[in-house]
């Protein structure tokens, strides 16, 4: 199994997150992990410091020389994939041939501020735009109409140093996407929020059903489970300085998720939330931080984070992704990557 870095800040600030983001890259080029992931987020406190990976993946590239560059993930419904493929042809070239791009649909209607019209459909969009995105990366022409209303062919320029690029696609827990990740023959990046590890091994076991059955020639057979990571000596000790960031990480995002429900019309959740008084949320809030910090997390010692990815790797996932900045302080999260490298050489041994 893999380790990675993966950063998505809740933060309204970002001069400490991305001086976060460059330190734990060239710590994880030199430490041996697989890729930096950053995310694309638009318009909230919660990863709204990362609006590009494109911007963050060339950053990363031109300080590193050995680990992979990823985004995690392109919103594809925002995005004509003519400059998607563009962006990451440029990133791969810059990278000598270490880019890598997950895709996802978007869910807050907040987002589409960029792209109205794209909303309705974003689910299915989203594997169509792979599709082209691979065809443009192998040197298929685009065709379409110019400025002055001809019809003409462009290709992508510079040249991609990679014959292919790996691609994802990133699934909150829809057995769908597993199975279209599969047919296509793209990689799977996910997450345990809304999962557990018996759900989450039927699902991997839809892929590799439909990754036999694929007939391209281009695949990336790759499981990503990104996990919220901080690892010490003494798990009661970890247990007490995250409680608190990641209490307020959690509350933020269960603002986004209720913003979300109420934008898209569900009239009847919303109200539930609208119900809620402050003590019904903060309740809410420490169940969600137990659950996680005992079954969905890389939280405690190596011992329990050696645990887990055993765990992981027995139902078929291929990488962890290290998620380091939800909060604890930039100069505890950098003192903490030492076990994360522990870490890796265990899982590697």
């Not at 989203?126 to 691979?134: L, N, P, Q, S, W």
Request: proline share 4%.
């Amino acid at each position: 199994m893999d380790l990675s870095l993966f950063y998505f800040s809740s933060a309204t600030g970002g001069t400490d997150g991305y001086r976060l983001l460059l330190d734990g890259a060239r710590f994880a080029d030199s430490n041996g992990l697989s890729a930096v992931w950053t995310p694309e987020r638009h318009f909230h406190s919660f990863g709204g410091i990362f609006p590009n990976p494109a911007v963050t993946s060339a950053a990363v590239a031109a300080i590193t020389e050995r680990i992979a560059v990823r985004a995690g993930s392109v919103i594809a419904p925002l995005h004509n994939p003519l400059r998607i493929a563009e962006d990451w042809a440029m990133i791969d070239n810059l990278s000598n041939g270490r880019a890598g791009v997950a895709f996802a649909s978007g869910w807050h209607a907040q987002d589409f501020i960029i792209n109205p019209g794209a909303y309705a459909d974003r689910r299915e969009s989203v594997t169509a735009t792979a599709d082209k995105v691979r065809r443009l990366w192998s040197g298929e022409p685009a065709t379409g109409i110019d400025g002055v209303g001809t019809d003409i062919e462009v290709i992508v320029h510079p040249d991609p140093i990679q014959r292919d690029i790996p691609i994802w696609l990133t699934s909150g827990g829809s057995v769908e996407t597993f199975a279209a990740a599969g047919k296509h023959g793209y990689g799977v990046l996910t997450h345990l929020i809304g999962q557990n590890l018996t759900g989450l091994a039927e699902k991997i076991a839809v892929y590799r059903e439909g990754l036999a059955q694929c007939e391209s020639e281009q695949r990336n057979a790759s499981v990503v489970v990104m996990l919220h990571t901080f690892l010490g000596d003494d798990r009661d000790t970890v247990r007490e300085l995250v409680r608190e960031p990641f209490s307020v990480y959690l509350l933020d995002s269960f603002d986004l998720i209720a913003r979300a429900v109420q934008l898209a019309g569900g009239a009847e959740f919303s109200r539930d939330i609208d119900s809620l008084s402050p003590d019904d949320i903060a309740s809410m809030v420490d169940f969600a931080f137990d659950r996680y910090f005992d079954s969905s997390a890389l939280f405690g010692t190596i011992d329990d984070a050696v645990d887990m990815c055993d765990q992981l790797a027995d139902i078929g996932v291929d990488e962890v992704a290290c998620l380091v900045d939800f909060g604890v302080d930039p100069a505890l999260v950098r003192d903490s990557f030492g076990y994360i490298a522990d870490l890796n050489k265990i899982i590697q041994s």
